[in-house]
Nanobody, 123 residues
Framework: VQLQASGGGLVQPGGSLRLSCVAS????????IGWFRQAPGKEREVVSC????????YYAESVKGRFTISRDNAKNTVYLQMDSLKPEDTAVYYC?????????????????WGQGTLVTVSS
């Protein structure tokens, strides 16, 4: 299983970015794709997740109303649209996949991880 995250960059506060996560090599129809982030000096935290089977989503409180997770099954891609970005959103963003029908937001539940993409929000 491989995950390729992209779309990070430098953006001013209030700006937008869209991250993409392309997944390949998995054989199950039941999985969760999650976006996590790790800011300098901090632990990695969950940002948002989406279930392959139900389309259900989860958002951390800190990003609710600003970030939107979506999927394009034909392209095996999950997107994270990030609007109204704040300096505190600066982090390396990772996508990961958890196999199974039940959505999980726990890092320990994720089996495979992408390489991360850096998002810097600064003026």
């Amino acid at each position: 299983v491989q995950l390729q995250a992209s779309g990070g960059g430098l953006v001013q506060p209030g700006g937008s970015l869209r991250l993409s996560c392309v997944a390949s090599g998995y054989t199950t129809d039941y999985y969760t794709i999650g976006w996590f982030r790790q800011a300098p000096g901090k632990e990695r935290e969950v940002v948002s997740c989406i279930s392959s089977s139900t389309g259900g989503t989860y958002y951390a409180e800190s990003v609710k109303g600003r970030f939107t997770i979506s999927r394009d099954n034909a392209k095996n891609t999950v997107y994270l649209q990030m609007d109204s970005l704040k300096p505190e959103d600066t982090a390396v963003y990772y996508c990961a996949i958890a196999t199974g029908a039940i959505m999980t937001i726990l890092e320990v539940g994720y089996d495979y991880w992408g390489q991360g993409t850096l998002v810097t929000v600064s003026s």
